[in-house]
């Protein structure tokens, strides 16, 4: 947070960061050569829209992405199911968390997807993909429950699923 860098926290070439604890940067002595310089590739650009997405299960989208009339502010979609229906990965990547440890989300797992993308399957019956796990796009993860909760996100960031979602 001294920093104000924003997620996600990418640090480059030349940034200038405050450290807690060190009271001012560190001097070169003055008749010191600068050290040299080495190399550097240049930076990645980073992707300013989520990865391609494909959907992860058919249905009608039941409850939508962001600030409802009732006050609630879903960070994801979702959609209706039949339960035991396939739940595909939305996208190739790594599966990063399958399991039920985090309340209000049921069986839920996350796919980590490059430059910070996360898509995230909560509220499934049941988990077919392992932790730790490649996943390739259109893999069966899960079983749907009678919706499944669909959320993109780019390190805490939340994004509306449809945005990234081809048309039906």
Known sequence: YLNRLPPPFDVGAGDRLVVPGLARPPQR???????????????RAKSKAPVKLAWPLRGKVVARFGPQPNGSRPDGIDIEAKPGAPVR?????????????LPGYGALILVKHPDGWVTAYART?????????????????????????????????????????PPV
């Open 29 to 43: 002595a003055r008749d010191a050569d600068p050290p040299p310089q080495e190399p550097t590739a240049p930076p």
């Open 89 to 101: 990965a939305a996208a190739a990547g790594d599966v990063v968390y399958a399991g039920d440890d």
């Open 125 to 165: 019956q049941k988990i077919m993909a392992k932790e730790g796990a490649k996943v390739r796009q259109g893999d069966v993860i899960a079983e749907a429950g009678a919706r499944l909760h669909f959320q993109v996100r780019r390190g805490a960031e939340p994004a509306d699923p449809l945005s990234a979602l």
